[in-house]
Nanobody, 125 residues
Framework: QVQLLESGGGLVRAGGSLRLSCAAS????????MGWFRQAPGLEREFVAA????????YYADSVKGRFTISRDNAKNTVYLQMNGLKSEDTAVYYCAARAAAGYGPDYTGSYDYWGQGTQVTVSS
């Protein structure tokens, strides 16, 4: 079992920055591919970014490439999402997720085993 707790959300003006954190419980954190997803009102949950177990590979949605950076610290059981150049369309609840399974694209929502409760990010224009 892995429990995930996101933090760092809030209200920011367009062009601003936020850093989200996701703290994971359990000793097997380093085994998991970690992802960030987001869901805006009335829309489906969508992939934002993912990072493999040692941070050697990262993946991004086209909409956030060049603005967002995902990273992880396995010693702290934490994954981060640095968000720069925020836009109003980035407003959503952001979720952290973990999965052990391979063989799926990192953007496949259904492949993730564990999810956090989410943290709200609101970008004002």
């Amino acid at each position: 079992q892995v429990q995930l707790l996101e933090s760092g959300g809030g209200l920011v003006r367009a062009g601003g920055s936020l850093r989200l954190s996701c703290a994971a419980s359990g000793r097997t954190f380093r085994r998991y591919l970690m992802g960030w997803f987001r869901q805006a009102p009335g829309l489906e949950r969508e992939f934002v970014a993912a990072i493999n177990w040692d941070g050697g590979r990262t993946y991004y949605a086209d909409s956030v490439k060049g603005r967002f950076t995902i990273s992880r610290d396995n010693a702290k059981n934490t994954v981060y999402l640095q968000m720069n150049g925020l836009k109003s369309e980035d407003t959503a609840v952001y979720y952290c997720a973990a999965r052990a399974a391979a063989g799926y694209g990192p953007d496949y929502t259904g492949s993730y085993d564990y999810w956090g409760q989410g943290t709200q990010v609101t970008v004002s224009s």
